[in-house]
């Protein structure tokens, strides 16, 4: 059998990551190295792009460039938050079909594994050859059976570092200091704050993560009890933290919703959250310096701050999507393996239908028994994510001086 | 004349920044280097720790600590909000006398200038032998006589590497992007958003400092005119913006004030403002994605991003303070000269009344016409401030496709 002939279409959907770049790089530069591909499209502003016909030529790129791309963060195609329905698919699949696209290749998260889950299905029933692969990246590192996700050690190598400098500063000048980390409904990167503790008493002292049910009560009790032993509480949260009926903390507190089209809940581009709990901790507690910040867009796209083994498996992952449509001419969702712990990855291909749509939660042993914190076995899993080099703060240690007035 | 023996103290007050600790090892290794000084304290908190005696032996302290100390964000003597009156400085001053100190020097701003220059007539008024230098921190860039302040160089790359980010997220994912930038009363940290355009569309797109009076219609039918054109908008705005009559914009979108204890209005560790000008913005302009961050912290202690040039020159301003006291034996304000323009500094000693207490803002060449963005003046000022290696982005340069079915 000869191999499929035709061209192959890249696309960036969701929100952006560090080293999402590197995906679509990968895909270029793999690409190019098979007879039967024809040409490479990169579609604009993702699946919007492709139902628009709105594609540029890759294949007309140099390396040098692409390289360049590969290390700038952000979607370099652009974006978009439509999620396809079977009608905007079909639109999809018939501009694919005009262009001779036979490979689709679709760097995203649950959404965008669900497009390509659609895709792939309407290519099938219209008997028409199309290899469709989803490539796996978000920050949230929320995408089943992948031990961890392209773009997420980047983006807690940023919550870390913060984190490292919010306990400087909040010893320099100490208070309650809350940092709110995105995450909807997994609390992977809320927990990478836990990863920017050196010293015995540094923080974050208090981790909340969206995988727990948030209760206030016990929220102004461990504040307090923490803010009685340091003279200080740095404290990270889930943007996405909700109370045991499942009501997000930010509903709850502010009683005002907002959705995006997707109908989820506007958390991020806001500082609501972080404002409202340092109100509840003030009136509660009775504590008179108290500070949030949201670290919002900083997180995923802060130029300057990225894993390098991120940005290396956010390159493979570009570069197996590519070697299995080829190889094996084959569908499905690429997925990291961690085979062992101290550290070395596989690649795998597993079906869509697995990971599309689908959200996966921190597992119980990396949230510990209290709920407002996290365990060694997350530290063990996550530190090696974050990759080489990890700006870490240092302390005086000049000995105290005796008293002479205040023996 | 013998030179005058005896301890050296030095401390930090007033936020931190990313250098600040640079200075503080160029006073302890610089001071090594003569005889007449029998030991280096090292107050902890600031004034606070002057008048509790709570003093560290940096004598004691090894050299490489001290650098890796240095190389540390935030303030590793830890720092303090209090400004001392009268009475406070009278404290002391005793705690001075007590442990036979007889030269202080304090790294802060501003208020923490006005520290010293009390300290010192209350020294001469004592007929007690104390030489006082004030040492230029701050990354609002607002001390008057220096060019520039230490400190400043670090956080202007934060800001403008965010910005990097944010045009690139903006991009991906079009809207309006308001990044709120710590300022009170002076622009210069937030101008600095301005060094991460690189492409003629790059944003921030409009940039409001505090130098400039706030009116909000402007300000909606500055947006709608960017957004019109480009189908987003990315605005910079500093903390301390204020309406014609001087009133905070956030107390007059708010109607709520908090206060500091130094009578400050609360700007930072807060979402508010951010958040107040997305609705201004999504009422006034039907806008549907609006979304804000307020940088806080981030900006002055976040690890890991600092400018090389800052950090040099917040080492040798540490040092030259002690030169002065040693070799010229003379009290006042460490400022930093720029005598050419691309780009050499020079070091000189002012008066501590000509910076004590007084606020330097942007000047009008740094401010276009229609107080909405900056000058090449200003670009040209800042960019060399930001250090070497800037990371910088790079986009796609493929050509488009020809439509098939969209023709």
Redesign the interface.
Known sequence: MSPLEGKVLVA?GG??TPVINQSIVGVALEARKFSQVTSI??AVHGVRGIV???????T???TH??E??A???????????DKPDEEYCARMF??MQ??DIRYFFYVGGNDSSDTVRIVNEQAKEANYELRAIHIPKTIDNDLMENDHCPGFGSAARYVA??F???N??N???PGV?IGVVMGRHAGFLTAASALARKYLDDGPHLIYVPERAFDTDKFLADVDRIYAEHGLCTIAVSEGISDAHGVPMISKLMGEEERDDHGNLQL?????L??LL?QTIKKGLNIKR?????????Q??????RSDRDAHEAREVGEKAVQFAMWDNVDGSVVIRRPVLDYSVDYDLVPLSKVAGKTRHMPDNFINETGNGVTEDFMNYCRPLLGSN????????????A????K
């Open positions: 960036q929100g952006p499209y990169g628009e016909e709105n594609f540029v030529d890759l007309r790129e140099t460039n692409l360049q791309v290390n700038t963060p952000s979607s370099a195609l652009l974006s978009t938050r018939k501009a005009a262009h570092q913060a490292t400098g919010v400087l500063d010893r320099a000048l200091y991020s581009g806001s500082g609501a972080g404002d340092s108290v500070r949030s910040d949201t670290f919002g867009y900083l995923r796209s802060f130029i300057g701050c990890l700006p870490i703060s240092h302390r005086l240690r000049a000995p105290a001086v008293k002479i007035l205040h």
